[in-house]
């Protein structure tokens, strides 16, 4: 099974989720996304695919989401998604693609519904935290 995850390396989220993938299934391709940016396309892709709305994958955090005025509820999903496309930081992560679908993993254990962990595997996050695979 090839996986791919949309990485950020100053994300401890993403961090944890590529050592997951790594620890369980092997080395993913990993597309540190804020060095490649978006293209229109591949991203309308992962969202479709996804199910997730360019308001839903928003980071709204740690991202000039606010002073872009893209936090009021009245702004377009297009106008977030063109935003996106121009300020790869917008985009929330790690969005992380498989043959069993793609997920925004955030929690970082989301990441066990696709792929195969043995059901009752624990991982330690770099906070300490242990999770466990259902």
Request: proline content about 8%.
């Amino acid at each position: 099974m090839k996986i791919i995850i949309y990485h950020n390396p100053e994300c401890g989220t993403s961090r944890n989720v590529l050592n997951i993938l790594r620890r369980f299934h092997g080395e993913p391709q990993v597309i540190e996304y804020l060095k490649t940016g978006w293209n229109s396309e591949p991203l309308k892709g992962l969202f479709n695919k996804s199910n997730l709305t360019p308001r839903q994958a928003l980071r709204t955090t740690k991202s000039p989401a606010k002073e872009l005025g893209l936090l009021n509820p009245i702004v377009s999903d297009d106008t977030i998604f063109e935003a996106m496309l121009r300020y790869p930081i917008l985009v929330n992560r790690p969005i992380v693609c498989t043959d069993k679908g793609i997920l925004l993993c955030r929690p970082s254990e989301t990441v066990f519904s696709l792929i195969n962990a043995p059901s009752g595997s624990t991982y330690e996050k770099e906070d300490g935290e242990i999770v466990i695979a259902p």
